[in-house]
Each structure stands twice: as structure tokens, then as C-alpha cells.
């Protein structure tokens, strides 16, 4: 049973009616979101969010809700569907007479002083909403996301102006996040950039946004080159936004800092671009007066959806990332190649493991691209599915998949295609068929190919052409990549009896 509480009927509905149609056992109630991809304006989308958390806080205050999650194709808007079990249902009956006022307005006369009222602990809830223990913490982060990057710009710097002083972090586009309401150690979040302190686990901030398994670091290398900033690892090349990276650090170190005492802004305590021989110096002369320099860490997801920049204080994760594809990704590379000739430390290294290719058909080498998709940190793996027995009529598809929801934008639809192949031999552009009409023909947002060999540059400049004309992400893992993440994971070595 789905109770939709912008039903107009439910406010005439009779409270003994209402308590037979939500019965004993559970009942799904429906939030309904209808500014989302309907609205011009910030204003009304932050509304609907306050107006979500209000009664899903109500609901979980008072009731079991055992399952809240946001569903995007029941109507032509978002919704919740939260799933309520072991209520009375005459408590439930009455709550929910009430909190109707929020997704609609009376249609008689007498009901205008209650919808008044709800109005009024709606704005009293708004005003209290960083300081409130919430149970389903995400909800409001959306309110927050939309206020900071859409509203803000909607209304008078005088009305914004003490919410600014009170929340240093908002002027640099970055939110506090509502689980941490209360605690002195808070997570900041942009629409693509999160801010740690190290005091807090990046497992447990990652954890907390479902994702199921300890997440996988890669040590990488931060270079400028061509006017480009980028890390580079074992898996390749990933450009970074250089100019969200510096925001970043401008925000936690005036977040982090007293507001009452006076320092230079941007010192960074040596932690990041700060590399000074005289600092050195005074640390070796003075140890026990100086503050010891420190230095930053990048590091990459194995998966290439985020990067870390780690430094003495707080470590940044960047989502707004690209992996610099084929040809492009070569010239990188050599150019750092030539940079560091001299050195003995390789930024490319062989990987420890080697894959008798010949001892697997499709479908096994299908099942290993299904793990790895599994275990990717970019993707839900509640959403994978496998499209039957390899070489099926499926197609084009060999397993569909969808992307974490991020910021509140609506998951991507990928479509993995799996090819296996002689190991010296290469992919190109006849083993894969037409591209564009597969994704096309399922309404993909995103291309992944696997491989267990080269794929040719003629494939790389094909695929980078259709991410661009198309605006679809295109992800490719071909033999090397494929070896690298095995080597990695003992366990899957074990099941697929690689050595």
C-alpha cells in the first residue's frame, strides 16, 4: 500500500477511514519532491526538501521507518517512499492529517488556521535545522546543497548576510553536513568536493554514503603540465580542477581557524605549496618552536570516480575529475617520463599478476568484468545486472548498471560491453559495433568497454568523440587495467585460479 500525501482526498477523508486504508502491518508513505525538473527557481526547490525533512523526521520521530529512499521514475518528479511498520494506526491516522499541509493547500475555509500553524513550525524547523539531532540526515544536506548553490543567488545579500557570518564555509560554496550537527569535528560538503578532517575516518565518511566496501587508494603524483593539473598512478592519468582543489583549502583553513584572533590567511601551516628551506632550517635549529613542515598527499580510487588530496589537517576528496583517455593520456605520461628520466622511481609499474587469458571463454571473462564492476566505489551494485549468457540476443548489452547518486543528481545509466580476445591482439572499432545506437536504443548516460587486451587508438578517438558529441561518460579497462585491479584482490585471484 502507497499513501501519495499530496492526495487532495486525504484532507476530507474521515480519520476512521483513513486508519482502515493504512491497516496494521506496514504502509509506504509517498513525499512527494514537484519543483525538481518543473522549477526555474532555487527558492521552491529548497522548499520542497525542508518540507521532506520536516515530515520524514516527524514520521521517524514517532514510528519504526524501516527503509527511506529517493525514487525518480514514479512521476515526472522525485519522490521518497518511506516505509513505516508496527504503527497504531490511529497515531499514524492523526500525524498524517497534519502533515499534508505540506505538499498541499485547504480546500475549505476552517482548515486555513491549521495550515497557518503547520507554516509556522515549518519556518521554526528551518531556523533550528543545523542544530537538530536528525535521523535522516541526507534529506536536509540536499535543502543545504540547493540553498548555498542556487538560492543564495535568488535572494538579497542583506537576507543571506548573517547566515554568511554565522556559516564562513557557505561563502566558498561548502555546507556542514547534517550528521554532524552538534559535533566539533564537522565534514564539509560541495556539489563535487568533500572536506575531512583527518580527526574523522574517510572510510567512515564513505560508509555513511553507502558505500559498501573499504574504499581502494591508489599513491599518485601531482603534476602541472600544459597548463593542466593532473595525478598520475599506476592506472593512468586523471585530470584535476585545480581551481575547486585551492577553493577547498581556502575554506577548511578559515573554517578551522578562530575567528577572534589574528593570523595571515592562506599560511596553510606548511602544509600545502609550502616548501620553504628557510622554515627547514628554523625547524632544525628550533625544533621545539617551530612547527615541523608538512607535506600533501594525492592519492586515486582504484575505479578513477575520485581523487584525494590528503594534508595535515584535513583530507579533500574531488569528485569533479576526468581520466585523461588514450592518445591524450600517452602524452602525459611520456612528457612525464622525460620530467623525472634521471630518477629511478617509476610512476607506471608492472603489475604482479599474469592472466592466462587462454583459459577463459566469454562467459567467465564476462563474470570477471562483473566483479569488477561489483566492487567499483563509482557504481551501486544493488543496480548491476547481467544481460543472460554471453553471446546472447542482448543487444549490445552485457551488463547494465547504475551510478551513486551524487549531490542529488539523478543516478547514470551505463552499459558495459565485454570482449575477450588473443592477449596480444587489440580491440578496434569493428569488434564493437555501432556505439551510438546502443546507447541510444536504452537511453544510456554512460559506455564502458572491457577487455582483456589493447584496445587501438582508432577505438579511443571513436569513443572520445562520442563522449563528446553525445555528452556521455565513456569508461574503458582493457587487459592491464584488468590485471592491476586482480592483483589486487587475493580473493579474486583464488576464485578465478590466478597465480
Given at each position: ?14 480519520v ?64 521518497y ?23 498541499q ?7 486555513e ?10 519556518n ?7 542544530e ?10 540536499d ?14 545579500y ?8 554565522q ?16 559535533s ?13 578532517p ?24 601531482l603534476?602541472?603540465?600544459?597548463q ?62 617551530v ?60 603489475p ?14 564476462e ?34 548498471v ?12 551505463y ?7 588473443g ?24 559506455y564502458?568497454?572491457?577487455c ?14 562520442i563522449s563528446?558529441?553525445r ?29
Amino acid at each position: 500500500m502507497i499513501i501519495e500525501l499530496d492526495d487532495e482526498e486525504l484532507q476530507v477523508m474521515p480519520v476512521a477511514e483513513l486508519e482502515n486504508l493504512l491497516g496494521r502491518d506496514q504502509v509506504t508513505l509517498q513525499i512527494p519532491l514537484p519543483s525538481i525538473n518543473s522549477t526555474n527557481s532555487y527558492l521552491d526547490i529548497i522548499w520542497d526538501y525542508l518540507d521532506a525533512s520536516f515530515v520524514i523526521e516527524a514520521l521517524s520521530s514517532r514510528f519504526s521507518v524501516t527503509k527511506l529512499s529517493k525514487v525518480w521514475d514514479v512521476k515526472h518528479y522525485p519522490v521518497y517512499h518511506l516505509k513505516v511498520e508496527g504503527f497504531n494506526s490511529t497515531d499514524l491516522s492523526l500525524l498524517l492529517k497534519t502533515l499534508i499541509w505540506s505538499f498541499q493547500s485547504p480546500l475549505d475555509q476552517e482548515l486555513e488556521t491549521d495550515y497557518v500553524n503547520y507554516r509556522e513550525e515549518i519556518n521554526k524547523y528551518e531556523e533550528r535545522v543545523t542544530e537538530l539531532r536528525l535521523n535522516h540526515p541526507d534529506v536536509i544536506d540536499d535543502y543545504l546543497a540547493n540553498l548555498i548553490n542556487g538560492a543564495y543567488y535568488e535572494l538579497d545579500y542583506e537576507v543571506i548576510a548573517d547566515q554568511l557570518r554565522q556559516f564562513p564555509e557557505r561563502q566558498y560554496g561548502y555546507f556542514s553536513g547534517s550528521k554532524y550537527n552538534n559535533s566539533e569535528e564537522k565534514v564539509l560538503y560541495s556539489t563535487s568536493s568533500w572536506i575531512i578532517p583527518v580527526s574523522i575516518s574517510i572510510d567512515e565518511v564513505f560508509g555513511g554514503h553507502q558505500y559498501e566496501d573499504q574504499i581502494s587508494l591508489l599513491p599518485s603524483h601531482l603534476l602541472m603540465i600544459n597548463q593542466k593539473t593532473v595525478a598520475i598512478s599506476e592506472l593512468g592519468v586523471i585530470e584535476l580542477p585545480m581551481g575547486q582543489l585551492l577553493q577547498a583549502i581556502a575554506c577548511y583553513e578559515e573554517f578551522s581557524h578562530s575567528r577572534d584572533e589574528y593570523r595571515h590567511k592562506l599560511s596553510l601551516d606548511g602544509s600545502f605549496f609550502q616548501h620553504s628551506p628557510e622554515m627547514n632550517n628554523l625547524y632544525g635549529r628550533y625544533p621545539d618552536l617551530v612547527r615541523k613542515p608538512n607535506l600533501y598527499q594525492v592519492f586515486t580510487s582504484e575505479f578513477s570516480d575520485f581523487c584525494v588530496v590528503s594534508t595535515s589537517s584535513a583530507q579533500i576528496v574531488l569528485f569533479d575529475i576526468e581520466q585523461v583517455k588514450g592518445n591524450e593520456s600517452k602524452k602525459f605520461i611520456d612528457a612525464t617520463k622525460q620530467l623525472l628520466s634521471s630518477l629511478e622511481d617509476e610512476l607506471v609499474v608492472d603489475p604482479d599478476v599474469y592472466v592466462d587469458w587462454s583459459r577463459f571463454d566469454d562467459e567467465l571473462f564476462e563474470q570477471i568484468c562483473y566483479d569488477i564492476i561489483y566492487h567499483s566505489s563509482k557504481f551501486d551494485r544493488n543496480t548491476i545486472r547481467k544481460m543472460g549468457k554471453s553471446r546472447s540476443r542482448d543487444g549490445g548489452r552485457d551488463i547494465v548498471v547504475f551510478t551513486r547518486p551524487i549531490a542529488a543528481e539523478k543516478p547514470k545509466k551505463y552499459i558495459f560491453q565485454c570482449k575477450l580476445s588473443g592477449r596480444e591482439s587489440s580491440i578496434n572499432t569493428s569488434n564493437v559495433g555501432s556505439v551510438s545506437d546502443v546507447i541510444d536504443q536504452y537511453g544510456a548516460e554512460g559506455y564502458g568497454l572491457m577487455c582483456n587486451c589493447y584496445i587501438d587508438s582508432t577505438l579511443f578517438d571513436r569513443l572520445d568523440g562520442i563522449s563528446s558529441s553525445r555528452r556521455v561518460e565513456v569508461e574503458t579497462w582493457s587487459g592491464f587495467e584488468i590485471e592491476r585491479f586482480l592483483s589486487r584482490r587475493p580473493a579474486l585471484k583464488q576464485r578465478y585460479e590466478i597465480t
